[in-house]
């Protein structure tokens, strides 16, 4: 046994054998202490994952699975390896980001789309409307449970997914410390508020914005700097706004981005930020950190985020946090 349990006192004999029980009745007299077992021995069910209700999972499935997503979405799927995942999102044809998702190749046929706060059955329809005579079926999976944990993947590391016996593991770690997003069709998990708020503001930490209803459809993927999470292409071929970010990446036009902030006194998305008597940006998500709030809003690339305001609550610059790029 790797670090614990009782083979180390055999000392090279073979545990269960004639001269290991012999040795071990030589120390019946003493006093033996057993290592605890580490983590590493310990079961799939061993971690407690609780439920994130504000996630929903969209499946795309048929030979055309991954092609669609290819045309549809902003990040390259055709270059993704089979059993990888990446950061993604949909746009409008102005540009505009409708969602950001993890997108998890399970195959060329087998698409799963992992979404924050987007409604799915809304999603699945809307992505309907463009499958014309593709071969896939696209379904808002109501059955599916997603939950997360605090803790490290058993499989999954990086970009690399686990799937096994119908359940999806992905590694959700960043800088702020190790994460791991399940997805099960069968094994609900524990409803838990704080864990959920707590999820939320280890997103805002590492740049994932968290987009609600009146959010959406209103920032490039450059203002929301999704290029921190590797979650849109300007290399691969047409999707819907993709002449507008490649546009605003090669010309240079990128004059906003987002940023994080502290605020003592709760602030909610949409409110706007004011440098003295001036708005010059927009909350964009918001959630409870500790006794504060942490903020992401966009702001102009060349502002330091020193005295600004919103809801007439000063805020205080939370740097960013790395390690959610996929």
């Known amino acids: 046994m790797r670090g614990g349990g009782f083979g180390w006192l055999c000392s090279g004999i073979g545990v269960g054998s004639r001269e290991c029980l012999t040795y071990h009745g030589g120390l019946a007299t003493h006093k033996i202490l057993i290592p605890t077992p580490l983590a590493d021995n310990l079961s799939r069910t061993s971690t407690p994952f609780y439920a994130l209700s504000d996630h929903a999972l969209v499946t795309l499935e048929g030979p055309d699975a991954a092609g669609f997503a290819q045309a549809q979405f902003a990040n390259d799927v055709a270059g993704l390896p089979a059993g990888q995942w990446q950061w993604n999102a949909w746009l409008t044809p102005k540009g505009r980001v409708i969602a950001v998702f993890a997108l998890a190749k399970l195959a060329e046929d087998r698409v799963w789309l992992v979404l924050p706060d987007h409604p799915a059955p809304a999603f699945a329809d809307a ?141 909610g998305p949409g409110a706007m930020v004011r440098d003295s008597e001036r708005d010059i940006g927009e909350v964009v998500s918001a959630a409870p950190e500790g006794p504060q709030t942490l903020l992401l809003a966009v702001l102009p690339l060349d502002h330091t985020g020193e005295g600004l305001s919103a809801d007439a609550q000063p805020l205080a610059r939370v740097p960013l946090l790395d390690g959610l790029r996929r």
């Open 127 to 267: 992505l309907r409307r463009f499958v014309f005579r593709r071969k896939l079926k696209i379904e808002s999976r109501a059955d599916a449970t997603i939950g997360g944990a605090f803790a490290a993947p058993l499989v999954a590391h990086g970009a690399t997914l686990s799937m096994d016996a119908g359940v999806l593991e992905l590694d959700w770690s960043g800088a702020g410390g190790p994460r791991t997003l399940r997805v099960d069709v069968a094994a609900p998990a524990t409803d838990d508020a704080r864990q959920q708020a707590a999820w939320r503001a280890a997103d805002l930490r590492h740049g994932l914005p968290r987009l609600s209803d009146a959010q959406r459809e209103q920032w490039t993927p450059q203002q929301l700097a999704l290029d921190r999470l590797a979650a849109y292409s300007v290399k691969k071929g047409c999707y819907p706004g993709q002449e507008i970010v490649a546009r605003t990446h090669f010309l240079g036009k990128a004059k906003r981005a987002l940023q994080g902030f502290h605020t003592a006194e709760p602030v």
